[in-house]
Structure formats: C-alpha cells, structure tokens
C-alpha cells in the first residue's frame, strides 16, 4: 500500500525559508519519479517540481524556478523541497506525489 507522509509546513513570514519532507513507503521509491504539488483556497492544484528517480533531473513550475529545490535521499525513501525567499502567493497546501499515490498535505503559510 502506497504511503506518502508530509511534514514541515507552517507560518514563515515573506522572504523567509522552510523545508518540507515527503516520507515514502509501499512502492519502490527508488525507482519511481516524484513530484510536489500545491493547491491555494479556491485554485486549482497545480504541479511545482518534479524529480527523477537519482535526482540528476529536476523541473520546476516558472513561479518558483530558482526559489525553490527538490531534492531526494533514496537510502531513506524521503524527498524534500527546499523553499527560500518565500512569498504571501506560496501560501498553498503542499502535496507529494510518486507511485500513483498522493499524501494528505501539508498546509504553508507566508505571513507577515
């Protein structure tokens, strides 16, 4: 059974930094491609990065690119997103996606 497990969302203010993790079990993780998604109050979820399996390629949605970065440690089956010089329209539920799964989010907040 697929499980995809956020943590380390919360309140930053603008410009600030958070990461959060995706905790992976039940599929060959290694293997398989994974992705972050977000989804503002009243928009549609929309895709922001995308890793490969060994994290040599990576794509990121234009409104992040060069603010944010996806990484990934197989060893521990988790992935990461590293989200500097945030902004109030980063607010969003932020999901993890890999195995034809999904997990249940993790809510971001950029406040002052």
């Known amino acids: 059974q697929v499980q995809l497990v956020e943590s380390g969302g919360g309140l930053v203010q603008p410009g600030g930094s958070l990461r959060v993790a995706c905790a992976a079990s039940g599929f060959a993780f290694s293997s398989s491609g994974m992705s972050w998604y977000r989804q503002a109050p009243g928009k549609e979820r929309e895709l922001v990065a995308v890793?490969?399996?060994?994290?040599?390629?990576?794509y990121y949605a234009d409104s992040v690119k060069g603010r944010f970065t996806i990484s990934r440690d197989n060893a521990k089956n988790t992935m990461y997103l590293q989200m500097n010089s945030l902004k109030p329209e980063d607010t969003a539920v932020y999901y993890c996606s890999g195995g034809n799964g999904w997990g249940q989010g993790t809510q971001v907040t950029v406040s002052s």
């Open positions: 890793i490969n399996t060994f994290g040599h390629s990576t």
